[in-house]
């Protein structure tokens, strides 16, 4: 099948242009003015054509939970898919060790199931290797030591799809772990953590890459004792996670970490969990009970307990405070790719990636998402 998505503004490096794309069998095989006979055409006069975004931090949506052993997410991928989120990368929580492995095997299976709805790009460990001191929402009974055995135990049940684990680099063996992260592919994250501006700096020189839901359980930031904040905010060799449900940051730290980091160092996530997408109520989930009200998810005191909004919440957050579509398009879908290391197949609409393409209009509404080029219905 071979189809023209004609009329519209493709989102494509720092300026949309005017050009239509031909997706033949779910790839895109041409960007611009083309004569090429197609099977359909769909006319998208004066809309944008926005890449399918990427989401690497998400715990579930709409009931589906990522850290279930035995969970069909198919239900989560596609309500994920119809807002724009055309793949994920399912995040565990902290779990005991032999619920933590189940976990990760349902993922992988879920993978090679192929279940209609967002692609499941690969899987983010949140933990079981965090500090107890800032655990946040997280389990502190299965909070357990760094150690590269339950590390190589825990990426050999994902089959390699782990792409990213996050952890405290101030606790005893991470060091070791991150490295061994590093070297096996897999990308470290900074995460939950009490460190101090040198011992961030010693896991960045680790391999560390990545900050973990940045400013959110991490030690504050202060003006002479700067602690993490001060090195992943500004150590250029790191990515920093953002999440812009204006819950867990205000506009104005999201406006400190677009200045510091730029756009091109932004993953922009959603760290949402199976509360999110339902109306307000209670929902027991991980032996605690979560009050979801106004759409905020927060524990019996008060701690957020991940977001009930999406990546596409948080993208359109971002656009209405005046954020450009191009900047939003790398911080929600090519920076993700990059992260998870398949930017060589999606995360931009150029020639020989997949046909993902969300349909927006002037004010950021989606009219239409399409996967490989078919629309999600």
């Known amino acids: 099948m071979k189809t023209r998505f004609c009329g519209g503004y493709v989102v494509v490096g720092d300026s949309p242009i005017r050009a239509d794309i031909i997706v033949t069998d779910g790839i895109i095989t041409s960007v611009g003015v083309s004569d090429e006979k197609c099977d359909r055409e769909i006319d998208l006069e004066g809309k944008y054509l926005f890449p399918g975004m990427i989401d690497t931090h998400t ?3 709409c009931g589906t939970e990522f850290s279930s052993v035995e969970q ?9 898919a119809r807002v724009g989120v055309t ?11 032999k619920v ?9 299976r879920e993978k090679k199931a192929k279940r209609k709805g967002a692609r499941i790009h690969g899987i983010h460990l949140e933990g079981p290797f965090v500090s107890p001191e800032v655990s946040g929402s997280l389990d502190k009974s299965t909070i357990f030591e760094p150690t590269v055995e339950l590390t190589r135990e825990l990426l050999e049940a994902g089959e390699g799809n782990v792409k990213l684990v996050s952890l405290a680099p101030e606790r005893d063996g991470a060091i070791e772990v991150i490295e061994y992260l590093t070297k096996n592919g897999v990308s470290a994250s900074i995460a939950h953590t009490n460190a101090t501006a040198e ?12 900050a973990t839901h940045t400013f959110n359980a991490m030690r504050p930031f202060r003006h002479r004792d700067v602690g993490v904040l001060g090195a992943v905010l500004t150590d ?6 953002m999440i812009c449900d204006l819950v867990h940051l205000s506009r104005e730290t999201i406006e400190l970490i677009l200045r510091c980091k730029g756009t091109e160092r932004i993953c922009v996530i959603s760290d949402s969990g199976v509360m999110s997408g339902y109306p307000d109520g209670v929902y027991h989930i991980a032996g605690k009970d979560r009050f979801v009200k106004n759409g905020e998810c927060r524990l019996a005191d008060g701690t957020i307990a991940g977001s009930c909004k999406t990546l596409y919440d948080g993208a359109r957050n971002l656009f209405l405070s005046g954020v450009d579509i191009c900047s939003l398009a790398k911080m929600t879908s090519q920076n993700p790719a990059k992260a998870v290391g398949i930017d060589a197949e999606y995360g931009t609409l150029e020639v020989s990636k997949h046909g993902d393409i969300v349909i ?3 004010e950021f509404n ?8 078919e629309k999600v219905e």
């Open 59 to 61: 715990h579930g949506f």
């Open 72 to 80: 069909n997410f198919e239900s989560g991928l596609l309500m994920e």
């Open 87 to 97: 793949g994920v990368v399912p995040t565990t929580r902290c779990l005991e060790k």
């Open 100 to 108: 933590l492995v189940s976990a990760i095997k349902n993922i992988v």
């Open 199 to 210: 011992q961030a700096y010693r896991a960045i020189d680790a391999g560390a890459r990545r």
């Open 236 to 241: 250029d060799r790191v990515v920093c996670e």
């Open 360 to 362: 927006l209009d002037s």
């Open 366 to 373: 989606i009219e239409a998402v399409y996967i490989d080029g």
